[in-house]
């Protein structure tokens, strides 16, 4: 486990060094190199470039298949009333990119960059390149409360609510065995979220057991592979404001987490509430990561191994870091869910293939994750 101090510690004991950036990167280091403003702002560029491809691209396939070109007349036509399609051509062109897959990419790029954002995070205040959104116990207690609502609620949007729910009481009972011991230390928070990631998966397996074997069980099961098929307007932009919301939080307290990954010792020395930031990032990270999975069930992977590719190509600082790996981790869930799409003449359950290509690609990030530390 790498911790920033060492850099900070370096930095103390040789009094010509020139000043740390925030994350502990030397100014004219071969992170800034000749363009420190060039270098800082071509990952962010990148990322926003990459994700309007992909969302442009992806609005085009599909069963209905449309060429760029296409969507970009349609878009042109709806806004500025020229006339190249027929009317009848832009009601189904309509009807398949506003009302069908618009909201689905728009939904898995909020999910892509809420977990990514909320591993980062966490990864950076905890100070560990193994933590992901479900340190926590958010992800199993969101999967519990949605297979309790699926079980003896009739509504749908009753089981949403659970899950968000569940997903709040998991990290509640987190941070109460923290509590409980009065030490203030990330330790502790660690082994809460142990202990109530634990509980929650074993009360999940209760409900699995109870529930009707024919009907209930295989919905909890589809459940927790993870889908977005069911997504729509209403439900994305629902989600999607406190997503947004939550994300910009994070984003806004990225140099307090530069500090906290100095130590808690540097960070209140350096004025920095250390409990107070701590409590916010926490409440943020699981509020968005309970999100996603009332959108689309639980989706894993993503939040560990998106952090680490971003922090390759921008290095530890979180300021350049979280917005950076917003963006890629929208993007790389887009297409992850255009190959559940489109692979086969049936869809693949999101979270089973984000598994899939997570473990290889964590296995060969891994290999140079010490790189992004430095």
């Known amino acids: 486990m790498y911790s920033a101090s060492h ?67 349609f878009f042109y036509q709806r806004w500025f009333g ?22 689905r990419i728009l939904a898995a790029s909020l999910i892509g960059a809420a977990l990514s954002v909320s591993g980062a995070a966490y990864q950076a205040m905890f100070v560990n390149p193994l933590v ?7 992800l199993g207690g969101a999967s519990f409360g949605a297979a309790l609502g699926i079980v003896y609620l009739k509504s749908w949007y009753a089981v949403q609510i659970s899950s968000f729910v569940g997903g709040l009481a998991a990290v509640a009972v987190a941070v109460g065995i923290a509590r409980i011991y009065r030490v203030n230390t990330t330790i502790m928070l660690v082994l809460g979220g142990i202990i109530s990631g634990a509980l929650f998966t074993s009360l999940l397996e209760l409900v699995k057991y109870l529930a009707d074997p024919y009907n209930q069980l295989p919905t909890i099961v589809y459940w927790l592979m993870g889908n977005l098929s069911q997504t729509d307007r209403e439900m994305t932009f629902k989600g999607g404001i406190p997503i947004c919301l939550g994300l910009g939080i994070l984003i806004f307290l990225a140099r307090h987490l530069n500090v906290l990954s100095m130590g808690d010792e540097e960070a209140k020395a350096l004025g920095v509430n250390v409990q107070r930031v701590r409590m916010v990032v926490v409440l943020c990270a699981t509020v968005v990561s309970a999100l996603t999975v009332v959108i689309a069930g639980s989706i894993g992977w993503v939040g560990l191994i998106i952090p680490h590719f971003t922090r390759m190509l921008t290095g530890p600082d979180n300021e350049r870091l979280l917005p950076t790996a917003a963006l890629i981790g929208a993007g790389y869930l887009v297409i992850v869910d255009d190959i559940c799409r489109l692979a086969f003449s049936f869809e693949l359950p999101i979270g089973v293939v984000t598994s899939l290509v997570g ?16």
């Open 82 to 103: 020229a006339s190249y399609f027929a009317a009848g051509q832009m009601s189904v062109l309509k009807n398949v990119l506003l009302d069908i897959r618009l909201p």
């Open 132 to 138: 992901s959104p479900s340190l926590l116990g958010v």
């Open 359 to 374: 473990i290889p690609c964590f296995a060969f990030v891994l290999r140079n994750a010490r790189k992004g530390w430095n």
């Open 7 to 73: 850099s900070q510690n370096t930095h103390k004991d040789d009094p010509a060094a020139p000043p740390l950036f925030p994350g502990g990167a030397r100014q004219g280091s071969g992170n800034s190199g000749k363009h420190p403003k060039v270098k800082r702002v071509l990952p962010f560029a990148g990322g926003s470039f990459l994700l309007l491809t992909v969302m442009m691209v992806s609005l085009g396939l599909g069963k209905y298949p449309i060429s760029p070109k296409g969507v970009l007349v």
